[in-house]
């Protein structure tokens, strides 16, 4: 009877010295996720600024931007700007857009950290 006993407490900790080995592992992996995102916050706001002059079918999105960029974008192509995805904290509004053909000033509330470009494509 004892050494059944034996059996299951060194069982028991085994499996407790795994569960304990894979929960910091995961909670490592966990806060170096967070570490590497590129976001504020839990939760952040990304805001379609839509060009009312220009729409197409299958508009095509440029390489995302990421940084702090400050409360006013700025931004020119070769295309025409179908609409502009903005990327900042929660709660964050756009304070005006001016679109012209292919350029864009859009202004916010809070600092804008990414924002990716779509332009309609020449037609061919």
Not at 34 to 47: E, H, R, S
Not at 53 to 75: E, F, I, R, Y
Not at 116 to 124: E, L
Request: aromatic content about 6%; charged content about 15%; proline content about 6%.
């Amino acid at each position: 009877m004892r050494r059944k006993l034996q059996a299951v407490t060194k069982f028991e900790r085994r499996a407790f010295l795994v569960g304990v080995v894979l929960l910091v592992g995961l909670a490592t992996l966990g806060f170096t996720g967070l570490a590497g995102a590129d976001q504020i916050g839990p939760n952040p706001t990304v805001l379609v600024v839509d060009n009312p002059n220009v729409s197409c079918q299958w508009p095509v999105p440029s390489t995302s931007d990421a940084g702090q960029l400050g409360q006013t974008l700025t931004v020119s192509t070769e295309d025409p700007i179908d609409f502009v995805l903005v990327k900042s904290v929660p709660h964050a509004e756009v304070v005006s857009a001016q679109f012209d053909t292919t350029q864009a000033q859009i202004m916010l509330s809070e600092d804008i950290t990414a924002y990716v470009v779509w332009t309609c494509p020449a037609t061919s």
